[in-house]
């Protein structure tokens, strides 16, 4: 049990929809961090929040996007679902950028697009 | 580039030993990780490595560090069927975000 939950668990859009998923943090946690695992693969970085701003993105679209709330807790936005948007999508917490090395994984949202 | 490799899957038979192993490519990275992933689960830190260090011991894992050849291994003492599960490697790039770097994962499936 790490102390980030994650919602919703599993959800289903078709194409062309917008999606939100929601992330709380690891008590004391400063930092948000978001992934995307295609199935059979690894995770792919999507970004980073630090106090409240976006700090760093992978090579992802402007339709992914995200907030970070005052309590660290944080949103991740998809517009315009496309098929290979299909993963399950994770967030992980950390204390500051520098991080001390310890990162912790929510259980995901797997989300399908038809 | 940024590129992390694992072999796809490995098969032990309970109570033996289990190494996989990982290559990386980031000299600079300051941290290098194993997680765990069930089917249908999130991911489970199983331990970190500082890159200053060769070796790390928890418990039945063991963690060797070659920073030379950028080669990291993790290695499970006595495993059990509830190992089976999916391990990634994976490093750590500092831009301007701290961003893990993961490999593909191996599966590791422990027979009774």
């Known amino acids: 049990e790490t102390g980030v939950t994650q919602s919703p668990t599993h959800l289903i859009k078709t194409r062309g929809q917008q999606v939100t998923l929601r992330c709380s943090s690891q008590?004391?946690?400063?930092?948000v961090s978001w992934y995307q695992q295609a199935l059979g693969q690894g995770p792919q970085f999507i970004f980073q929040?630090?106090?409240?701003?976006?700090?760093g993105r992978g090579n992802f679209p402007p339709r992914f996007s995200g907030l970070q709330f005052p309590n660290y807790s944080s949103e991740l936005n998809v517009n315009a679902l496309e098929l290979d948007d299909s993963a399950l999508y994770l967030c992980?917490?950390?204390?500051?950028?520098?991080?001390?090395?310890?990162?912790?994984f929510g259980e995901g949202s797997r989300l399908t697009v038809l | 580039g940024e590129d992390v490799e694992q072999s796809l899957f490995l098969s032990v038979r309970e109570g033996d030993s289990s190494v996989i192993n990982c290559t990386y490519t980031?000299?600079?990275?300051?941290?290098l990780y194993w997680y765990k992933q069930e089917p249908g689960a999130g991911l489970q830190l199983l331990t970190y490595?500082?890159?200053?260090?060769d070796m790390k011991q928890d418990q039945r894992l063991t963690v060797l560090l070659n920073k030379k050849d950028k080669h990291l291994s993790l290695r499970i003492a006595d495993t059990q069927t509830g190992d089976s599960a999916i391990y990634f490697c994976?490093?750590?790039?500092?831009?301007?975000?701290?961003?893990?770097?993961f490999g593909s994962g191996t599966r590791l499936l422990v027979r009774p």
């Open positions: 992980a917490s950390s204390l500051g950028q520098t991080n001390t090395g310890e990162l912790f």
């Open positions: 008590s004391g946690h400063n930092t």
């Open positions: 929040y630090y106090r409240e701003e976006e700090n």
């Open positions: 980031d000299s600079s990275s300051t941290y």
């Open positions: 490595i500082f890159s200053n260090m």
């Open positions: 994976a490093e750590a790039a500092m831009d301007s975000s701290y961003k893990l770097i």
